[in-house]
């Protein structure tokens, strides 16, 4: 389940369970359907990256480049739906810094670059705090605290 908010207004929501999943916000509800489900389930691991070899995904190292003036693995990620992407991870501590994608949609298509930064600890896992978009217009997340198993009803898990 994942739910993003300004202030009280829920601007997305979608969950994925067993399956089944949708996506909830300003324009309704609605059943996540092919690719969208097949995406949803890929992501459903809160590390996804962990998975990409048992969803049967072909993960290549394509060399080491520079990412915000520092090296950085790059690896080449295709699904077994041909989505194609490619992630960055730091040489120094293996921590994920940039994803890159290109998304086709009604409007076009267009490439899109994830930032990943300001890593801290919490529950003996290391998170992103701030997370900057660059999907033809930039959007900076940052998270001002980080849970891990806390105060989660199960019912947020329910696609019912």
């Given at each position: 389940?994942?739910?993003?908010?300004?202030?009280?207004?829920?601007?997305q929501?979608m969950?994925?369970?067993?399956?089944?999943g949708?996506?909830?916000?300003?324009?309704?509800?609605?059943?996540?359907?092919?690719?969208?489900?097949?995406?949803?389930?890929?992501?459903?691991?809160?590390?996804p990256?962990?998975?990409?070899?048992?969803?049967?995904?072909?993960?290549?190292?394509?060399?080491?480049?520079?990412?915000?003036?520092?090296?950085?693995?790059?690896?080449?990620?295709?699904?077994?739906?041909d989505?194609?992407?490619?992630?960055?991870?730091?040489?120094?501590?293996?921590?994920?810094?940039?994803?890159?994608?290109?998304?086709?949609?009604?409007?076009?298509?267009f490439?899109?670059?994830?930032d990943y930064?300001?890593?801290?600890?919490?529950?003996?896992?290391?998170?992103?705090?701030?997370?900057?978009?660059?999907?033809g217009?930039?959007?900076?997340?940052?998270?001002?605290?980080?849970d891990?198993?806390?105060?989660?009803?199960?019912?947020?898990?329910?696609t019912?």
């Amino acid at each position: 389940a994942m739910e993003m908010r300004m202030g009280p207004m829920t601007l997305q929501k979608m969950v994925y369970s067993a399956g089944a999943g949708f996506m909830d916000g300003p324009d309704g509800r609605r059943e996540l359907m092919d690719q969208e489900l097949a995406d949803a389930r890929e992501n459903a691991a809160p590390f996804p990256e962990a998975n990409y070899v048992a969803l049967g995904h072909q993960v290549s190292l394509t060399g080491v480049v520079e990412v915000e003036g520092r090296k950085a693995y790059r690896l080449r990620v295709l699904t077994l739906s041909d989505k194609l992407f490619t992630e960055y991870y730091d040489v120094e501590s293996g921590l994920k810094v940039r994803r890159t994608e290109t998304q086709v949609t009604p409007q076009g298509t267009f490439e899109v670059t994830t930032d990943y930064g300001d890593h801290r600890t919490v529950s003996g896992l290391k998170f992103p705090y701030v997370i900057k978009q660059n999907a033809g217009m930039s959007m900076v997340f940052e998270a001002r605290s980080i849970d891990v198993n806390k105060g989660i009803a199960t019912s947020v898990f329910s696609t019912q």
